[in-house]
């Protein structure tokens, strides 16, 4: 992570604007911009969404402050374990620590599993399997038709059920 300096400094150049073009659009000195880049000083506060609106750029970009990026794009090979972590991550609300305990006690005991239905949503988490069910989506209706979501995933919960569709795929 790069300081605001160091970040407005790359803007700038990305722009190919001089230190003392900046200044002049900003409404300073070419030496505050000079401070600013050399983590000497910071731009005051107000300025800040001025410097994000001439790089076109938020107040988190500006900061350097990445969000969680909603694509991710992963290997297949580690698919399962991405989804598997992804559940977890999103079942439980607890600490960091806790939710490291539930995937340690779920890898250590096999036969544990955990899971939730409702309405429109399910998920079934084992050591093995992570399943995801979205009720309007394209997908779940072609495979579940008419059947219960709550039924298909406690399915899944038999590991021979698993073998046949693992064999099958």
């Known amino acids: 992570m790069c300081t605001i300096g160091e970040k407005i400094a790359e803007l700038r150049k990305n722009r190919k604007m001089t230190q003392e073009e900046l200044a002049n659009v900003i409404g300073v000195s070419s030496q505050s911009i000079s401070k600013w880049e050399n983590n000497t000083t910071m731009p005051d506060i107000l300025l800040l969404p001025i410097i994000a609106e001439i790089f076109e750029v938020t107040l988190d970009e500006l900061f350097s402050i990445e969000g969680k990026s909603k694509t991710k794009f992963i290997p297949m090979e580690e698919t399962p374990l991405a989804v598997y972590d992804a559940v977890l991550d999103t079942m439980w609300a607890w600490k960091e620590a806790d939710i490291e305990q539930m995937k340690g006690s779920l ?14 949503r399910g998920v079934y988490a084992d050591r093995d399997l992570a399943v995801v069910y979205i009720a309007d989506s394209d997908a779940s209706a072609e495979l579940l038709g008419k059947e219960n979501a ?11 059920v698993r073998k046949i569709m693992k064999y099958q795929l």
């Open 150 to 160: 709550a039924d298909f995933l406690y399915m899944l919960a038999n590991p021979d």
């Open 107 to 120: 890898s250590e005991n096999p036969d544990q599993h955990t899971g939730f239905v409702s309405m429109q």
